[in-house]
């Protein structure tokens, strides 16, 4: 099973992901609260827009030294008025909703076998299977950004992550693993198994990540950002589809969450009030998914004295590395 | 600075997802029973296998009593024992019985998580059988299944050996590939198929020289002209087989090799045994081991679909096993300097069998390592031999049906097979040793089988160049270095033939690195004849460089009207008895009355009745009795009275001096038995009396003289108990060279002066009114001083070699810290004469005549016992014998009287325990010190005196052999 997989890519899913993975938020949010102190009361706003998102940020410079917000700050329609003891507060969450469309740009590395044993180790061994690969599919998702403005660094800086639907990867065999059989003979004996074909697998994925994004032009119109932040890919419900490998028995498949780091640059704009426009593009380097198929299962009709073999364990090892483009409409809350 | 901790961060957590853990293999096979020993249904399984039943989980060691071999009478009384890892359970050494049932039972106790255990037994099989019997022989076993059904125990493929088995033995002599006797058929074309016949005992393999053609029929036809070792001939049977199609539209070359330390495969062994050691376990020699060495074997694979799942496989014939040399010792203890140097276990017809799938599993089980690993099924026929001279003259020996099954599992990218097989040995030439191995070999396409480039070499035979006395009903062994091409010997490679050409009717023997030249009929006495070895080639094709003719005469055999007597019988002593009472059989019936009284006579379960001549009989006057009161030759079961309840059913053998009758059943302990042998009432040779070769009757009192006018006279009747089989070798060992061929008591013309068997006796003065003494008969010892008269010896000795024991008491009162007892039985040796001149007034020229020289019974009776202790790292054997000297035919003129009647002599004999070239036994003694033996003469008148006479000390010499080894047609 080469392949494997991978897919990383993932979303966090939305119901339960999002519940961990911004249960750590709220304590971020409280030291930001607590850095803002010193800054209220907020300055006064430039423009007549009802809220400003942008927090007076605990800046090297102190606020009276820059009392009125620059030309870059980030402005972001909220959807809700947020008061704090009477006073209007700037938003500092936000959200993009939209369409993420997951490439991986995958390479693999041979298939390799383990715990092969029995009858099995007559025809193939531990190792890597020279010529092998594994490529993981890529999925188009609805998925949204959820941020938050962290209140120091004069608006640029926010941390966000992405959530959005599980979707199903598939693994697919590349080269050798798709066109030959891996194990043709035993003892020199022909054994009947034939090519795996391309299909391998398929798997339920998520990719919770999370960024921090600086804000090149936080006050300006069309704002560019670039970011970076960590991912996991997180998969579920993984099992084998090849018609061959499942013909004697499911086998059991496990895919270990990959971790990965998130490289992210991006544009958005206020196109309505506040509304917001985005264009994201993320970069997950680093994201080698690991795959396992355990009990492996084949027949060999060459070979009635066996009839199936177990083959043992196939692991597969992807680079998945899955750019992530991502378009969206959003806006600031809270 | 963040980047590279999120790196560091990614790349750990990636190392730690790559972590190596195993997963174990599904196990979708049941617990229980993953291989036995014997296999179910198995025939012929040698007495001494090792009995075990392996299991996938470890066994309960405390319900070993639920692990019982049932036998005909019931539970067999051997102790089970847990080996093997803890999930084997074996029978080491279960006393079976020959020719029985047994089954293996086991009962879930001992296997708590076995799903597999039958409700039954879980093993049946019948052990072999290789007694001689009353009956016809019949055909039991084709290729280990009922004839009737030839393949249902083990399947025929295109390249199978057929291996026969009989109910009996069968006389080689008369196993050859013609009409009536052995005949494999093809039906599509009623052509017989060219093939090569090898037997041994009750075991016959069929190697065709070509293969076999799937679909085909064939027809095996065995007739009378096979006949037992009694003579008796086959009840014909025709087999159809049909060898089923293994190759379909390939075959696929393997090779394998035995399995090293460090090779792949699986770590504990599945049969409970040290893998790769053939372990040997006989009294005799102790436990020994060799274990095999490095070597491959090619061997070619079926079709794997082409039997529908099982897999045949074929060795072809030619390759070889090689093993590490035995230091043989007897009891394990005392080396008799034989060291065989690297033993070979050469396969002398193809070898084969098939992988199937486990039989303890449901038929749609796939194998599994752990509990359902692939059966394994290995037919072979064998030759087993050693590369010294010495030790390959006593080791070689052809041993058929050898039945090998075992285990496969497949691990590590290799096949390992560990197959289990028993066979017996033949060792030193006087017994079979129980000799079990476990054979592991693993798959390896890299290994490459040595090829034989070596020619064969002549290294021994027997008889040797130019010996003069081969006995004419033996055949010629011709013992090479390695085992050769059967079927060109017997195309004219080799081949017997006289002096003047004219060629000689054999049959050519296999008997592993050697060959036997067996005449059809007896050879002609007086005879020179010699063996051309003209093609001689291995199997590789290598050839025997050009080679002289071995020449050879047998002896010579003059006529004479002396009656035939005994020289020794086992069980009792040779000669009619009388004075009977109810302690004692008596003693020598001619003998002094104050004789010493045998002790009662036993023969334990296991030996057989053997008897001696003291010349060859005629064989048309040895009958067995098959009624009470029958035949010349009675062995019958009686009661107190002596009286006879019934003839015992059995096989008598004739040689050409030599009985040897094996009853049907063994006997059975306390039971009443009797041998008799018929000499008449006169010299005249009438129907049912035994006789010799010129029709004189027998004589069995020769105390009362030895000379035809003796002829006839008391039966030699020997009434003896059963007795429990015992663990001892037992052996007649004829005293060889002998002088006395006709057995005249006189020295022929012509006759061998076997200086190995005399008595060089020695007048050291007289007393009385004889003046002097001397020796008219040539002295037979020129280069020592004075005068020497030979008496020359002729004879043989029932010997039982025991096991091993410690504090032995030597003849010279000290003791050996350990030894080997040999326990010998009161026989007879007959010496011929001497002649002398004695002045008693008057000159007195005198023969002798024979003399006779019983061996007494020891105190308490039983045999006298010798020792064989290591002396300066050989064997020695030391004995004391006391004898009674009697010279009944030395008849002195004028009324004169002399006492050489039962003149009691004491003497220690000692020599070595050595083996000659051709691999029998030697025991080589003489005497200690002098024995003195005076005569005293009592003429009228109240004259007389003595004649002082000695055997100087190691001038009695007595060399014993044991039988040839494969000369004699058993």
Known sequence: MRAALLALIAFVPLAAQADSRVAGLPKKAKKAKKAKKPAEPPAPAPEAEPEIDMAPEPDPTPPAANPMPSADAEVAVSVEPARVGGKKKAHRFYFRGGVAHVAPLSSSRPMELADVDGAASLAVQNGPIDGSGSEVSSATIAAITIGYKLPFGGGRLSLETVLGLPFTVKFRATGTLANESIAPTALGIPTGVGPLGPELGEAKAAPPLITLVYNLRPHAKVQPFIGAGAAVLLTFNPKVTNPMLTKISQPEMSIAPAPGLVLQAGIEGKIYKGLYARLDVKFIAFMLARAEVHHIQVETPELPLFGNVEVGTAKMSVWVNPLIIQGGLGIDFW | ?970
């Open chain 2, 1 to 970: 600075m963040v980047v590279r901790i999120a790196c560091r961060v990614v790349i750990a957590a990636a190392l730690l997802c790559g972590c190596d853990s195993s997963t174990p293999p599904l196990a979708t096979a049941e617990p229980g029973v993953v291989f036995t020993f014997p296999v179910d249904g198995q025939r012929d399984v040698p007495l001494g296998s090792r009995i075990v039943v392996t299991f996938s989980d470890e066994v309960a060691s405390s319900a070993l009593g639920s692990f019982t071999l049932m036998g005909p009478a019931g539970p067999v009384d051997a102790m089970p024992e847990v080996v093997g890892n803890g999930k084997s359970v074996q029978f080491a050494a279960a006393p079976l019985e020959e020719g029985a049932t047994y089954q293996l039972i086991v009962g879930q106790a001992l296997a708590p998580t076995a799903k597999n255990l039958p409700s039954g037994p879980l093993v049946t099989f019948t052990t072999r059988t290789a007694r001689p019997r009353a009956a016809a022989p019949t055909l039991v076993a084709v290729n280990g299944g009922e004839p009737q059904s030839p393949a249902a125990f083990r399947p025929m493929y295109e390249s199978s050996t057929i291996r026969l088995v009989f109910s009996e033995p069968i006389d080689p002599r008369t196993v050859t590939a013609v009409t009536g006797a052995v005949e494999l058929i093809d039906t599509s074309t009623r052509m017989a198929v060219p093939a090569t016949i090898l037997a041994s005992g009750i075991h016959v393999s069929i190697d065709p020289k070509l293969d076999l053609r799937a679909g085909t029929a064939y027809e095996l036809r065995v007739g009378n002209r096979l006949v037992d070792l009694g003579g008796q001939p086959l009840t014909p049977a025709v087999v159809m087989l049909t060898p089923s199609n293994s190759r379909g539209t390939q075959t696929i070359p393997q090779v394998l090799r035995t399995r090293q330390a460090n090779d792949p495969g699986p770590e504990h062994s599945r049969a409970g045994a040290e893998r790769n050691v053939i372990a040997i376990d006989k009294p005799l020699i102790g436990k020994e081991s060799s274990t095999l060495l490095p070597v491959a074997l090619d061997a070619e694979l079926g079709d794997p679909k082409a039997l529908g799942g099982p897999i045949a496989f074929t060795l072809r014939k030619g390759q070889r096993l090689r093993a590490t040399g035995l230091d043989v010792k007897l009891g394990g203890e005392i080396s008799v300097g034989l060291e065989t140097g690297e033993i070979l276990i050469e396969l002398l017809t193809d070898a084969g069998g098939r992988l199937y799938r486990n039989p303890h599993q449901a038929a749609d089980q796939r194998p599994e390592n752990a509990r359902a690993p692939l059966y394994v099924d290995l037919s072979m026929d064998v030759a087993v031999y050693a590369v010294d001279p010495k030790g390959n003259a006593v080791l070689t020996q052809t041993v058929l049906g050898v039945q090998a099954s075992g285990t496969a599992v497949s691990s590590e990218g290799v096949l390992a097979i560990e197959a289990v097989a028993s066979m017996e040995l033949g060792l030193l030439g006087v017994t079979a040793a129980p000799t079990n191995f476990v054979l592991e070999l693993i798959t390896d396409p890299a290994a490459k089988p040595a090829p034989d480039i070596t020619p064969p070499a002549l290294v021994a035979t027997m008889p040797s160049l130019g010996a003069n006395e081969h006995p004419v009903d033996e055949g010629v062994e011709v013992i090479f270095n390695e085992p050769v091409d059967l079927d060109k010997l017997r195309a004219g490679g080799l081949r017997l033939e006289t002096n003047a050409g004219t060629a000689v009717a054999t049959v050519i023997e296999s008997h592993g690195a050697a060959v036997v030249v067996r005449p059809i009929a007896p050879l002609a006495y007086s005879t020179s004849y010699r063996v051309v070895l003209s093609d001689v080639v291995d199997a590789a094709g290598n050839k025997l460089p050009a080679t002289n003719p071995i020449a050879f005469t047998t002896p010579r055999l003059v006529n004479t009207d002396a009656p035939i007597t005994v020289t020794a019988i086992h069980p009792g002593v040779p000669c009619a008895l009388t004075g009977a009472n109810g302690s004692s059989p008596g003693r020598c019936q001619g003998g002094q009355s104050n004789d010493d009284l045998y002790d009662s006579f036993t023969l334990p379960a296991n030996e057989m009745v053997q008897i001696a001549f003291s010349q060859p009989p005629q064989p048309s006057s040895i009958v067995r009795g098959i009624a009470c009161n029958q035949g010349s030759v009675r062995i019958e079961e009686i009661d107190g009275a002596g009286t006879c309840i019934a003839a015992i059913a059995g096989t008598l053998m004739t040689h050409n001096r030599t009985l040897t009758f094996v009853p049907d059943k063994p006997w059975v302990p306390a039971k009443r038995y009797r041998v008799r042998l018929v000499s008449g009432t006169n010299s005249g040779c009438t129907a049912g009396e035994l006789c010799n070769f010129t029709g004189v009757a027998a004589s069995f009192d020769p105390l009362g003289g030895t000379t035809n006018g003796e002829a006839g006279g008391p039966d030699l009747s020997i009434a003896f108990l059963g007795a429990e089989p015992v663990k001892s070798t037992f052996l007649l060992a004829d005293t060889a060279p002998f002088t006395d061929v006709n057995g005249s008591g006189f020295v022929e013309s012509g006759e061998p002066l076997a200086d190995e068997n005399r008595a060089a006796l020695e007048i050291t003065g007289t007393t009385g009114d004889i003046s002097q003494a001397r020796f008219t008969s040539p002295d037979c010892l020129p280069g020592r001083t004075g005068t020497q008269a030979c008496m020359y010896l002729t004879g043989s000795m029932p010997v039982e070699m025991g096991e091993v024991t410690t504090s032995c008491p030597l003849p010279d009162g000290s003791s050996a810290a350990s030894c080997v007892p040999v326990k010998m039985s009161a026989q007879a040796m007959y010496a011929t004469s001497v002649s002398m001149n004695a002045q008693l007034v008057i000159g007195i020229d005198t023969d002798t005549g024979t003399s006779v020289m019983r061996i007494r019974e020891p105190a308490g009776g039983g045999g006298v016992t010798g020792y064989i202790v290591n002396q300066g790292g050989s064997p020695m054997l030391l004995v004391k014998l006391d004898l009674y000297m009697d010279a009944p035919d030395m008849s002195l003129p004028l009324g004169t009287s002399h006492d050489l009647h039962s003149k009691p002599l004491s003497m220690t004999l000692k020599g070595p325990v050595s083996f000659l070239p051709d691999g029998r036994i030697a025991i080589s003694v003489a005497n200690t010190a002098d024995l003195p033996v005076v005569v005293k003469a009592d003429a009228a008148l109240g004259l007389g005196g003595n004649i002082n006479m000695k055997v100087p000390a190691g001038e009695m010499k007595l060399q014993l052999l044991s039988p040839p080894l494969r000369g004699v047609a058993r």
